[in-house]
């Protein structure tokens, strides 16, 4: 049905509760202003009427400026200028258990000059019980309506107040449920917060993990992560299952490097090594930044002359590196056998290969046949 439109009063406005601000601030909590039609409160007033053998009750909510009926029966308006309503005077001074009734409204001084009409006919009585919060707000009224001046029997206005009771049970179901669902968003935010702050904590653990085990100049694994694989039996494992050779990469003239040019273009070199290291090995080789400018490669389940593919092609890349100056660099190799030998041993023959290519004028890649 169409809202009655709202228009000043002419009238002066009836006395508001002590404290209507925290009232106004305790009804809007309920979230009921405005709300859908919802059949128990619909039910509640249409047994409120016939209670009282009337054609018309509501639930009448007082708000700023109006009043809100959240439900009604005997009527088609869904507002009214609160001045012009009794409901106003009740509230402003209710008391839990006071059961106002105006057995003639045109008899009453206080309400007579109002011109207060039901559905377009003068109101004539008017029973209301107050609707309280659990902290003694006045939130609005039940309300019994009737055209014609009567009165209510003590049953009537007892019925009328257990009701009122029940009106004010369904008042509080729904503050509850409000705050479930506020304490459940509350928690599902801090769930979410919880996931993601774990979540930075594993990237932060990860990055601090990554930079504990790589270099942080070239990238590649640093000492400190080949102990620790040395140290695992998984990743010892595929060394004792099946041949595997080890390739000691180093910087021709590094100190020269650095001298001339500057560490930052030393540091640039060794990049560009890393580069053409990872560039030229498999996603299961290992690379290692050994030392300054020395560079440790394994090469699980791979023979001599296929790690001597490696490490040509390594010198390959790098020899056309973008560089300002020309960098070489001289390679050991050695195969390592895991029913022979340690990699202890195997490492100290790539040394010593690593050393005859120095010997011979670097620039090249030198094996130890074993």
Not at 220 to 241: C, F, H, I, T, Y
Not at 280 to 288: H, K, N, T
Not at 358 to 363: I, P, S, Y
């Amino acid at each position: 049905m169409p809202i009655v439109p709202l228009r000043p009063s002419p009238f002066p406005l009836l006395p508001e509760p002590h404290d209507e601000a925290a009232r106004q601030t305790t009804l809007e909590g309920y979230e009921l202003l405005d709300s859908v039609p919802e059949a128990a409160y619909d039910d509640l007033v249409r047994l409120a009427a016939t209670l009282c053998d009337a054609p018309a009750a509501a639930i009448a909510l007082v708000d700023n400026g109006r009043i809100w009926y959240k439900a009604r029966h005997g009527f088609g308006e869904t507002e009214r200028v609160r001045s012009q309503s009794i409901c106003s005077q009740l509230i402003a001074d209710a008391e839990a258990d006071r059961l106002l009734v105006i057995a003639d409204t045109a008899e009453d001084p206080r309400f007579a000059g109002l011109g207060l009409r039901l559905d377009g006919r003068p109101l004539r009585f008017y029973a209301g019980a107050p609707l309280m919060s659990p902290d003694g707000y006045a939130l609005g009224t039940l309300c019994v309506l009737d055209h014609r001046p009567h009165d209510l029997r003590a049953a009537q206005r007892d019925g009328v107040a257990v009701i009122a009771r029940q009106v004010q049970h369904l008042f509080e179901l729904r503050r509850y449920a409000i705050e479930q669902r506020r304490l459940l968003s509350e928690r599902e935010a801090f769930a979410r917060e919880l996931e993601s702050a774990q979540a930075d904590l594993q990237r932060r653990h990860e990055l601090l993990e990554h930079s504990a085990r790589h270099d942080a100049l070239t990238g590649l694994l640093n000492r400190s992560a080949l102990s620790q694989l040395l140290g695992s039996e998984d990743a010892m494992e595929s060394l004792r299952r099946a041949a595997y050779t080890l390739l000691l990469v180093d910087v021709d003239h590094f100190k020269q490097v650095n001298d001339r040019y500057g560490h930052l273009l030393g540091d640039r070199a060794l990049r560009a090594v890393a580069d053409a290291i990872a560039a030229s090995i498999r996603d299961g080789d290992v690379a290692v930044r050994f030392g300054g400018e020395e560079f440790l490669v394994v090469l699980p389940g791979t023979h001599l002359a296929t790690a001597t593919e490696v490490g040509e092609r390594i010198r390959q890349r790098l020899a056309r590196a973008s560089l300002p100056f020309a960098l070489t660099v001289s390679i050991g190799v050695a195969g390592g056998d895991p029913s022979r030998e340690r990699p202890e041993q195997v490492f100290d023959r790539a040394d010593r290969a690593l050393y005859l290519a120095k010997a011979q004028g670097r620039d090249r890649l030198a094996v130890d046949e074993g």
